[in-house]
């Protein structure tokens, strides 16, 4: 997941986006002042990778996958995340006028209860990543100042604490600019990956013989080959969440046409650093080794293969990039909500802004969700890994809906797509019914003890949902698809609920 991901980080990062123009119309194939292909290409690849990079190579393995599940899991999010990715480009062509976030799509598509629920999993799981990404940081950071422990012990949650409260300062001064800060996020984050990667290959660290035995056996013999992939499956998600916010900057590009090209080239280049990252890892040490280092994962890779430097440069790239990415998520984690709000799904109160545009109402109570996240880290065995598999499940939702919505779309709006976009009908249909696929795929990988947390995460929004509507005089859960959704949420909570209290399921 990255540090300006989504399109409310993107907009905060790179400035204003314009408005999509026809795409018979000649500014949207001729705009000098625009992005041109190959600026268009790095700016989506930088909205993409992000913190996760770091760590899959560690918690691929350490979630007992062998080498062929791994690249298997690979297989399979290469396929469905690059259908994610062409469903929001299309969206952002056929439906330029929603500009009311992920949520809009599932609100437009399946009612105002669904469009909540999507803005609600949104919220939560970008607030969640804004914890996890605490801890990673503060686990690098304990490199070159060991107070910060494992990155959630008792130091690292005050300087935590700190930080995110310094942020949400700086957002209600009406910061909407922060290029600076993302051009020194790109080059933390990207050099130390193409350094790491280089190092391996021209030093000649990887084995062979090392990466064929990973390929046959993982850390956890025990795991069937099916129960591998799906612990690899939400590593995979992970590093691949914010998708959704490569469209974002579609109005900024000289010619329109160059936004498609942009982004299937961008994808293609994003899997390519992720699978070098992951195969080399696999033949540096043995799967077993691998997950047991401690986060970030590729400096220890690094260290085995080159020396101190190695995990000193990582470490290094790891904390500016974080300290950096924790700035974007409180912008994102504050307009999700503040755009719901505007948009008649939230409560009236997180609409409010102060006298400089800022939505101090959603500064605060993201800031205290995300606190009592951080102060549980004191008290449990909860770490990055735990709070980031939350964090992509709980964007779940939001995709399935968006795919769902799309899929629709290719059979009741044709017309729209003509004109907008060049390939045929079908072509889109495959992409909507496939990425559907995908994201229920990704609920089943998340399993038992991922549900039972979701489920659990989403039913505090039922209240807020009814709270929101009765200020606004207006109904709500009057359709059959939202009663049944509200017993499905209240069912599986209850069981959740019941499993964690028998010991049936535990975190």
């Known amino acids: 997941m990255s540090a300006s991901t989504t399109s409310a980080a993107a907009r905060a990062s790179a400035g204003p986006v314009a408005p999509t123009a026809p795409a018979n119309s000649t500014s949207a194939i001729d705009n000098p002042q625009g992005l041109g292909l190959f600026r268009l290409v790095t700016t989506v690849i930088t909205l993409i990778v992000g913190g996760g990079v770091f760590t899959l190579a560690g918690d691929q393995a350490a979630g007992g996958a062998s080498g062929a599940a791994i690249l298997t899991a690979w297989s399979i999010s290469g396929i469905g995340v690059f259908c994610l990715v062409m469903t929001f480009y299309a969206l952002s062509r056929v439906k330029p006028d929603m500009r009311g976030g992920i949520y809009s799509y599932a609100s437009a598509g399946f009612g105002d209860f669904l469009g909540f629920n999507s803005a609600w999993g949104y919220w939560i799981s970008a607030l969640l990543c804004t914890v996890s990404f605490s801890a990673l940081l503060f686990g690098a950071l304990a490199y070159f100042f060991p107070i910060f422990g494992r990155g959630t012990d008792l130091y690292a949650v005050i300087a935590a604490s700190a930080l995110i409260w310094f942020y949400a300062w700086l957002v209600s001064r009406g910061i909407k600019e922060v290029s600076a800060i993302n051009a020194i996020i790109t080059i933390s984050k990207i050099v130390p990956i193409f350094v790491a990667i280089a190092a391996i290959i021209f030093a000649s660290k990887f084995n062979p013989d090392i990466f064929w035995a990973n390929l046959h056996t993982g850390a956890d013999p025990a795991l069937t080959f099916s129960d591998q992939v799906k612990s690899a499956m939400m590593v995979t998600i992970w590093v691949f969440v914010g998708v959704e916010g490569a469209v974002a900057i579609s109005g900024r590009a000289r010619r329109s046409h160059d936004v498609g090209r942009?982004?299937?080239?961008?994808?293609?280049?994003?899997?390519?650093?992720?699978?070098?990252?992951?195969?080399?890892?696999?033949?540096?040490?043995?799967?077993?080794?691998?997950?047991?280092?401690?986060?970030?994962?590729?400096?220890?890779?690094?260290?085995?293969?080159?020396?101190?430097?190695?995990?000193?440069?990582?470490?290094?790239?790891?904390?500016?990039?974080?300290?950096?990415?924790?700035?974007?998520?409180?912008?994102?984690?504050?307009?999700?909500?503040?755009?719901?709000?505007?948009?008649?799904?939230?409560?009236?109160?997180?609409?409010?802004?102060?006298?400089?545009?800022?939505?101090?109402?959603?500064?605060?109570?993201?800031?205290?969700?995300?606190?009592?996240?951080?102060?549980?880290?004191?008290?449990?065995?909860?770490?990055?890994?735990?709070?980031?598999?939350?964090?992509?499940?709980?964007?779940?939702?939001?995709?399935?809906?968006?795919?769902?919505?799309?899929?629709?779309?290719?059979?009741?709006?044709?017309?729209?797509?003509?004109?907008?976009?060049?390939?045929?009908?079908?072509?889109?249909?495959?992409?909507?019914?496939?990425g559907v696929l995908y994201s229920f795929f990704l609920a089943y990988a998340s399993g038992a003890v991922g549900l039972t947390l979701m489920s659990l995460l989403y039913l505090p929004g039922i209240p807020v949902y009814i709270w929101g509507k009765r200020q606004r005089g207006e109904k709500y859960l009057e359709s059959a698809v939202d009663k049944v959704v509200v017993a499905i949420i209240v069912a599986a909570s209850v069981l959740s609920i019941w499993l964690l209290a028998t010991g049936a399921v535990t975190v």
Request: with cysteine; net charge negative; aromatic share 14%.
């Open 262 to 434: 942009a982004t299937i080239i961008a994808f293609v280049c994003v899997l390519s650093i992720y699978l070098m990252v992951s195969v080399l890892s696999m033949g540096v040490m043995p799967l077993s080794e691998l997950a047991t280092l401690e986060n970030p994962a590729l400096a220890g890779v690094m260290e085995h293969a080159v020396g101190p430097w190695g995990a000193f440069l990582i470490n290094f790239g790891v904390a500016l990039s974080l300290i950096g990415a924790m700035l974007g998520y409180t912008v994102l984690a504050s307009e999700s909500p503040y755009e719901a709000a505007e948009g008649g799904v939230f409560i009236k109160q997180f609409a409010k802004v102060n006298k400089n545009g800022a939505p101090v109402v959603t500064l605060v109570v993201t800031n205290l969700l995300i606190e009592a996240f951080l102060i549980s880290m004191l008290f449990s065995d909860s770490s990055y890994q735990f709070f980031y598999t939350l964090s992509a499940g709980m964007i779940l939702l939001p995709y399935l809906l968006s795919a769902a919505y799309f899929a629709k779309l290719t059979f009741t709006e044709k017309d729209a797509f003509k004109g907008r976009l060049n390939a045929p009908i079908w072509f889109w249909r495959v992409l909507g019914i496939v």
